[in-house]
């Protein structure tokens, strides 16, 4: 496929040294994100700043919003309209938004939304917002969140975050940090051809036909755009598959668990995890997000030491993945939960765990990322 003027505005092939939110924007471009709505909130604020400068070369829309709410819901009617849709903020910015996000998920509009972490208030290190990114929202509905670890993957998980979005008809959140948000790394953008892209289905009823939320049980409704004779109601409250508010228990019980199977039933497919030191591991890390980083030199530490351990990074932390981490609970002595708060997402690995081995809880929630030392320490501690 020869490569167009456009594609090259999109994608800028070759390896940079980049900021990682610069990063994030980059990957959102490639995917082919043509609307952005947000409003100015550190450490995410160079997102706005290049997304204002990116999307009118590629024919765009920015957006600045007076509030988050404005940027989210901006980025719900975008996306309906047939936008590829995304928005930035920080923890506290991400508060303000669960309420248009809770209404995305209900209308299944495909939205990413970007979440800098940073703790309460300062712009330091911090993972405290991963059990909001599940369940801050009102109502039914699952939750796609990845979560990068690099520059490099700010960029390719974004890529990823955007498919996602558009073949679920999902929001799909970005868990990004302060840490990797504001260092600079090398990235590798490939050639355009080279980079897998996932748009959503459009209906080929008519608008006489055409039922908006009419779907396979765990299936998505097939889109169709704002402004070509499709006159759909997208509302917040229980409707039925024409989109009609429809307060029937039946009606409202077959909704949500279509929603929600959409996501349960393709976990095995949505998820993604990768390995480290795992072959002959006796004991075994987990850890998503900056926290792989010092995660891996550990189990590089604890193995200089004679103690056989491996990582189980999680590429994404929602849906769950489960398969993964109970094939890790069966074959190791016992698991260290690494995290940067103090001790969230580790209820969920002792769920999943249910007693194949012990976990210990590695938990930081000082502003920092843990230290290798740190981490090698506990680990030390947790094997005596």
């Known amino acids: 496929m020869p490569m167009t003027k456009a594609m090259e505005n999109r994608v800028k092939t070759g390896v940079h040294f980049m900021l990682g939110n610069y990063a994030l924007v980059e990957g959102a471009i490639s995917a082919g994100c043509d609307f952005f709505g947000g409003y100015p909130i550190t450490p995410a604020n160079e997102i706005s700043e290049?997304?204002?400068?990116?999307?009118?070369?590629?024919?765009?829309?920015?957006?600045?919003?007076?509030?988050?709410?404005?940027?989210?819901?901006?980025?719900a009617g975008a996306?309906?309209?047939?936008?590829?849709?995304?928005?930035?903020?920080?923890?506290?910015?991400?508060?303000?938004?669960?309420?248009?996000?809770?209404?995305?998920?209900?209308?299944e509009a495909p939205v990413v939304i970007a979440d800098v972490q940073r703790c309460r208030g300062e712009n330091y290190a911090s993972q405290a917002d991963v059990m909001q990114m599940r369940w801050g929202a009102s109502g039914d509905y699952e939750?796609?969140?990845?979560?990068?670890?690099?520059?490099?993957e700010l960029y390719d998980y974004t890529i990823w975050a955007f498919n996602l979005a558009e073949e679920y008809r999902n929001p799909v959140i970005i868990m990004s940090e302060t840490t990797i948000a504001l260092m600079r790394e090398r990235l590798d953008i490939p050639r355009a051809e080279s980079i897998d892209i996932f748009n959503r289905r459009y209906t080929t009823l008519s608008p006489e036909e055409y039922k908006p939320f009419a779907a396979e049980p765990f299936g998505c409704p097939d889109a169709a755009p704002l402004g070509k004779g499709y006159h759909t109601i997208y509302s917040l409250n229980p409707h039925n598959e024409v989109g009609s508010i429809d307060w029937d228990p039946d009606e409202f019980d077959r909704l949500y668990k279509r929603i929600t199977g959409k996501i349960r039933e393709n976990r095995k497919k949505i998820c993604r995890t990768e390995s480290f030191y795992m072959d002959d591991a006796d004991y075994g890390i987990i850890a998503y997000g900056s926290e792989v980083r010092p995660a891996v030199e550990a189990a590089q530490m604890a193995r200089e030491s004679g103690i056989k351990v491996g990582v189980l990074k999680l590429c994404n932390v929602w849906p769950v993945p489960e398969e993964q981490i109970a094939?890790?609970?069966?074959?190791?002595?016992?698991?260290?939960a690494v995290e940067m708060n103090i001790g969230k997402y580790a209820g969920e690995i002792e769920r999943v765990v249910a007693g194949r081995c012990p976990v210990q809880r590695v938990t930081k929630n000082r502003g920092l990322v843990h230290t290798p030392s740190e981490i090698y320490d506990a680990i030390k501690e947790g094997v005596r």
């Open 50 to 75: 290049m997304m204002a400068k990116r999307l009118p070369q590629v024919g765009g829309k920015f957006v600045q919003g007076e509030d988050e709410l404005c940027s989210i819901y901006a980025c």
């Open 79 to 107: 996306a309906l309209a047939g936008a590829k849709a995304m928005t930035a903020t920080a923890s506290a910015g991400y508060n303000y938004m669960q309420e248009g996000l809770g209404y995305c998920y209900t209308i």
């Open 143 to 152: 939750a796609i969140v990845v979560c990068p670890s690099s520059v490099q």
């Open 327 to 336: 094939q890790l609970a069966g074959n190791v002595q016992k698991i260290f």
